[in-house]
């Protein structure tokens, strides 16, 4: 399974913008995907998943209530909306993927840099 991130950019605090990431090749062995971020000089850090058939959500507690994921199944693609961004969300966001019978995510995509100005 290919993944391919996309929709990052900059905007000023408070604002919004959407992710997408694009599944190509067996995406039936998918079981979940996710989104994770990594700021310059930290640790990646994951920032929230979806079960890929059941459309289950779970986000980090610095996002909830502020971001949202979900996937359209026909397309293959999973999103991430990003409302009330601040300066703290920049960096550079991965869409990730639990392929087969892993436990991990297994599958990445390249990052795209999300930069929010105060």
């Known amino acids: 399974v290919q993944l391919q991130a996309s929709g990052g950019g900059l905007v000023q605090a408070g604002g919004s913008l959407r992710l997408s990431c694009e599944a190509s090749g067996r995406t039936s062995s998918i079981l979940l995907t996710g989104w994770f971020r990594q700021a310059p000089g930290k640790e990646r850090e994951f920032v929230g998943a979806?079960?890929?058939?059941?459309?289950?959500?779970n986000y980090a507690d610095s996002v909830k209530g502020r971001f949202t994921i979900s996937r359209d199944y026909a397309k293959n693609t999973m999103y991430l909306q990003m409302n009330g961004l601040k300066p703290d969300d920049t960096a550079v966001y991965y869409c990730?993927?639990?392929?087969?019978?892993?436990?991990?995510?297994?599958?990445w995509g390249q990052g795209t840099q999300v930069t929010v100005s105060s």
């Open positions: 990730a993927a639990r392929i087969g019978t892993s436990v991990r995510f297994n599958s």
């Open positions: 979806i079960i890929w058939s059941g459309g289950s959500t």
